[in-house]
C-alpha cells in the first residue's frame, strides 16, 4: 500500500566465534601420552552438557569448580587395580603424571572422574591403554646387573688384551 511502511527485521549477523564454539562443544576427550619412560602427559576437555552434569553433582570448591581426579589404572587386570590417584583442579585440562615403580612394565588407563558430595567417585573420562616401559631398576634385575659399568670390573677390553695390542699409548683407553 502507497503511503505505509514496513520495516523489515535485521538478518542476526553471526557472532565471530559461536557457531565454531557449538559445533566443537559436543566432543568430550581425555588423551593421555606416555612422554617418556618418566612422564604421562594428560589433556581432556568436558563439553558445557557434561560440565553442567557434573556440577550438578560434584563436591564444589569455594570457586563453584568440582573437585576433579586423575585415576591411573591398571587396564589388564579384571578389577583394574588403582595404582595412583592425582587431585586436579576445575579450571585446568591438562596434566603431567610421573610414572611410579608401580606403574612401570604394566598396560594402564587414565581416568578423569569427580567427587560426589556423598564422596563417591563417579568416572567421566577414560584413556587409551598406555604400556609403560620397565624403569632402570626393573631392566637392571630382568638383566641381572648393573646398567652402568661398575669401575671395580674389569672393562671388556681389559679382559680381551686389545687396549695394549692396538693402542697402548692411547689416553682414552689408558688404564692410569
Known sequence: MPGKTTKKAAAAAPVPGRSRKKAAGGTDYLIAL??????????????????????????TDHQGDPYLFLRVREADS??????????????ENRWHIFTTGEMAGRR???????????GKRETV??????????G?????????????HDERLPRLYEV???REHLAPSSPGLSSH
Do not use: C, H, M
Open 34 to 59: 606416555l612422554v617418556d619412560g618418566a612422564g604421562i602427559y594428560a589433556t581432556w576437555k568436558l563439553s558445557d552438557p557434561l560440565y553442567g552434569k557434573i556440577l550438578r553433582k560434584a563436591l
Open 78 to 91: 579384571g578389577g583394574r587395580a588403582e595404582l595412583d590417584e592425582i587431585p586436579v583442579y576445575g579450571r
Open 108 to 118: 594402564i588407563v587414565i581416568e578423569l572422574s569427580y567427587q560426589t558430595a556423598t
Open 125 to 134: 573420562l577414560q584413556s587409551a591403554e598406555i604400556d609403560v616401559p620397565l
Open 136 to 148: 632402570d631398576e626393573a631392566l637392571a634385575a630382568i638383566l641381572g646387573g648393573p646398567l652402568f
Open 160 to 162: 680381551s688384551g686389545v
